[in-house]
């Protein structure tokens, strides 16, 4: 059923991963909670506490469709293959997300909890940081390669534009190597 959305949407020209656009939401929401809450704290304005605690409502909802997109690109491209990257965006989504909760609820009262808000807007900041870097990882590459468990292909990170999708399997791949350059014929080089 997934591999029939991915070839819907490959027909009408969109062969990019369905992830990657959502991910400026919560991105977004959690940066601008993150500030508002500060200039609230630093000012002295409560009624901009209440700004931060709905952004970081819309971050935690828009957070879901999110997780669930990543994890369906995940079984697409990567076939449900667990590798270091995906483990550690799994932790910082859980994170993010138990952390966006607490700020919801302790953000419901229009008082400034100075610390404990801030620990929880900046570890959400922190968590979302983690989460792109990790996700660009994935997604173009920066040299990772990882090994498909019970077979000799190597999953590749590669950019979604253009050659092969992110997560193609390869027989071909060199620990190290440039993607984008082929290996030199040695055979005849002796």
Request: glycine letters at 12%; a positive charge.
């Given at each position: 059923?997934?591999?029939?959305?991915?070839?819907?949407?490959?027909?009408?020209?969109?062969?990019?991963?369905?992830?990657?656009?959502?991910?400026?939401?919560?991105?977004?929401?959690?940066?601008?909670?993150?500030?508002?809450?500060?200039?609230a704290v630093i000012f002295k304005r409560k009624n901009l506490i209440v700004t931060a605690r709905h952004a970081s409502i819309?971050?935690?909802?828009?957070?879901?469709?999110?997780?669930?997109?990543?994890?369906?690109?995940?079984?697409?491209?990567?076939?449900?293959?667990?590798?270091?990257?995906?483990?550690?965006?799994?932790?910082?989504?859980?994170?993010?997300?138990?952390?966006?909760?607490?700020?919801?609820?302790?953000?419901?009262?229009?008082?400034?909890?100075?610390?404990?808000?801030?620990?929880?807007?900046?570890?959400?900041?922190?968590?979302?940081?983690?989460?792109?870097?990790?996700?660009?990882?994935?997604?173009?590459?920066?040299?990772?390669?990882?090994?498909?468990?019970?077979?000799?292909?190597?999953?590749?990170?590669?950019?979604?534009?253009?050659?092969?999708?992110?997560?193609?399997?390869?027989?071909?791949?060199?620990?190290?190597?440039?993607?984008?350059?082929?290996?030199?014929?040695?055979?005849?080089?002796?």
């Amino acid at each position: 059923m997934i591999d029939d959305l991915y070839a819907l949407l490959a027909k009408i020209g969109f062969k990019e991963p369905l992830h990657s656009p959502m991910t400026h939401m919560p991105i977004g929401l959690v940066v601008g909670a993150l500030i508002f809450f500060l200039v609230a704290v630093i000012f002295k304005r409560k009624n901009l506490i209440v700004t931060a605690r709905h952004a970081s409502i819309l971050a935690f909802i828009f957070a879901f469709p999110t997780i669930m997109l990543g994890i369906i690109d995940w079984i697409h491209f990567y076939h449900a293959t667990l590798f270091v990257p995906i483990i550690i965006k799994m932790a910082l989504a859980f994170v993010a997300l138990v952390v966006l909760g607490a700020g919801i609820i302790l953000g419901s009262e229009i008082r400034l909890h100075a610390v404990s808000l801030t620990v929880l807007y900046g570890t959400a900041f922190v968590a979302m940081i983690g989460l792109g870097y990790f996700g660009s990882g994935i997604v173009y590459g920066r040299g990772l390669q990882i090994k498909a468990p019970n077979s000799s292909a190597v999953i590749q990170g590669r950019p979604a534009l253009g050659g092969s999708p992110p997560g193609a399997l390869s027989d071909t791949a060199k620990p190290g190597g440039n993607r984008n350059q082929q290996a030199p014929d040695t055979a005849g080089a002796r």
